[in-house]
């Protein structure tokens, strides 16, 4: 081993750990690591920019947009509104919502599809008291295995073809993976309506808990007349930053001031609506001039009026909030909403709320303005599930909406029938949607998840050294010395699982990009049809149902299903070996 294999080795394997116990941005991460091979001369500087040219990446930026267009007509939505609104089982509606989404899932990027119909399948169980955790882990999972079925099901497909056509490949068709694809996730259909569904938890999801513990998140404070700083601004009056308290309205008659800010008056009998460590308010009530209302009617659901609604959003991988303090962040001021609770791991965190350190895939519960979901609906900053009804934003012309899906149709039957690749065929379409103004190039922007594009770019070239240093070759020499003497079925077997692995810790595209190099060079010594195992790769990395932090779709669901960590072990563990053996058997039997 060279002196250049051993320090990529530590560099990979300094990553992985990073990644894992999440020490900043997945994106940062792996780009740091790129930017270290760069100086340190493992990749010149055309290596190094390699992956941000790469078709497969370039492909995903355009499929972003694509399916953002479609999504912001609603038309599926409202098709999919009705279509489960006739359901009245639990399992009827499994049987007639799961089918058509991984229908869906197969050509539409899965993480919109989970954030658009979480609020729509929460609302369904809440009207039927029902727990959403019995539909919620089915709906990331249905679309995770319909991503499977073609090319562009999902990004970690298009970063697999995007790395072949780098190392002279053809690359995947549009429906080549679908031998796999669509059997697997039949049988995941299958397991999830029968033995799966039994092994789903009942728990409340986190609106639940929150409407139920409504007294733990407020506190009324009243203003009395004898109160020194009546007719001050909060900020002189001390209320901006009090230990484990949050003002986050004030009523003063018939009108609601909220937010709050530094520069609000009080006023005589105002009254003061607190969140945060209620158990801390006994503090304010040494002030004289304010006085506690013990029997306060004030409930959260009373802070919802015509500015204002009650938002539950997730916080996501690749969030400029993430490992930042909520008042650091400046959170009140940036987004115009205040901050009532953060749930982690289905349990809130008692303290200060500004002091809140947030993570990937914390739950927040806020105070924001009537537009906040519209607004801050295609944010990298969060997921946001809690909207009860259809946004402003999806109810557009729907000979707009009709006209994107109908691209959409003519884009698949172009790439399926081979008249144009699938980046022609993207950039054709997005062309068209730009030309006729069904979005502008404002939305375009926002559409794409520039977060998702850098980590997959620098993924790209982290493979690139893994090769030309060597270390793919030895890695593969080791893997078929232990795979060897116990047969071809099992080597393969332990590629999917070192795959499905690295998926589960680190991020399903970084773990098709580590894999596919080592994949490639077995096949080369082996002498064997290398798009097995890059099919193998490509299904084992987005077959993520052992942990919420594999796939974004996971970590979506988590919060508002009130799932705990091991949820994800006993329900996902089931599914995960059934489609590895699945996939396996066909791609020995297909390919090799």
Not at 251 to 274: E, N, Q, W
Not at 424 to 453: D, N
Not at 474 to 487: K, S, T, V
């Amino acid at each position: 081993m060279t002196i250049e294999m051993i320090f990529v080795l530590i560099m990979v394997f300094a990553m992985l750990v990073a990644l894992l116990f999440e020490i900043a941005r997945p994106d940062m991460i792996v780009f740091s690591v790129l930017i270290t091979f760069l100086v340190t001369g493992i990749l010149n500087t055309e290596e190094a920019l390699k992956g941000f040219s790469n078709q497969g990446m370039l492909t995903i930026a355009l499929l972003f947009i694509v399916a953002g267009a479609v999504q912001k007509s609603g038309i599926i939505n409202q098709i999919m509104g009705k279509w489960l609104i006739n359901s009245n089982s639990v399992k009827g509606a499994l049987l007639r919502f799961f089918i058509p989404i991984a229908f869906f899932s197969s050509f539409l990027n899965n993480t919109p599809i989970v954030v658009t119909f979480t609020p729509i399948l929460k609302k369904w169980c809440e009207e039927r008291n029902i727990a959403p955790s019995k539909v919620l882990i089915p709906l990331s999972y249905v679309t995770i295995l319909g991503g499977t079925i073609t090319l562009m099901g999902t990004s970690t497909n298009l970063v697999v073809h995007g790395l072949l056509l780098d190392y002279g490949f053809e690359g995947f068709s549009l429906f080549q993976l679908s031998i796999v694809g669509i059997p697997i996730t039949i049988a995941g259909l299958i397991y999830l309506f029968t033995f799966g569904f039994k092994l789903l938890p009942e728990q409340k999801g986190f609106s639940q808990q929150v409407k139920e513990d409504s007294r733990e998140y407020i506190a009324e404070m009243k203003v009395q007349s004898t109160f020194r700083y009546v007719n001050k601004s909060v900020q002189i009056a001390g209320l901006r930053d009090l230990k484990g308290l949050y003002l986050i309205e004030i009523i003063r008659g018939k009108d609601r001031l909220s937010p709050v800010r530094s520069s609000t008056i009080i006023k005589a009998d105002d009254r003061l609506i607190f969140t945060g460590l209620i158990a801390t308010i006994a503090d304010l009530q040494k002030i004289n001039g304010l006085t506690l209302e013990t029997g306060t009617s004030v409930e959260l659901d009373d802070l919802r009026n015509g500015t204002n609604q009650l938002v539950e959003a997730v916080v996501s991988h690749q969030s400029s909030l993430v490992y930042k303090s909520i008042k650091k962040s400046q959170f009140r001021l940036r987004y115009d909403a205040g901050v009532i609770a953060v749930h982690r791991n289905t349990e809130r965190i008692k303290s200060k709320v500004g002091d809140i350190v947030l993570k990937p895939g914390d739950t927040l519960l806020l105070l924001a303005g009537s537009d906040f979901v519209e607004k801050y609906q295609q944010s990298d900053d969060f997921y946001v599930v809690s909207s009860l009804k259809t946004p402003e934003s999806l109810k557009e012309n729907t000979v707009k909406g009709w006209f994107s899906l109908g691209l959409f149709i003519l884009l698949i039957i172009s790439v399926g029938f081979g008249l144009l690749t699938m980046f022609k065929a993207m950039a054709i379409v997005v062309l068209i949607l730009m030309i006729t103004k069904v979005i502008s190039a404002v939305e375009a922007q926002k559409y794409i998840q520039f977060p998702v594009l850098l980590l997959i770019a620098s993924s790209f070239s982290i493979g690139t050294a893994i090769t030309k240093t060597g270390l793919a070759q030895l890695i593969a020499e080791g893997i078929l010395r232990l795979g060897q003497p116990f047969g071809f079925i099992i080597t393969l077997l332990f590629i999917y699982m070192l795959t499905n692995l690295f998926t589960e810790l680190i991020t399903n595209s970084a773990a098709a990009v580590l894999m596919l190099p080592i994949g490639l060079e077995m096949a080369e010594n082996l002498q064997v049809d290398p798009m097995g195992f890059a099919v193998l790769i490509a299904i084992a990395a987005s077959a993520s149902f052992i942990t919420p932090i594999g796939y974004q779709t996971n970590l979506i669901v988590y919060g508002p299903g009130g799932y705990k960590y091991l949820d994800y072990v006993k329900v996902g563990t089931p599914l995960s070996i059934i489609v590895m053996f699945i996939s396996v058997f066909i791609i020995n039997n297909v390919w090799f």
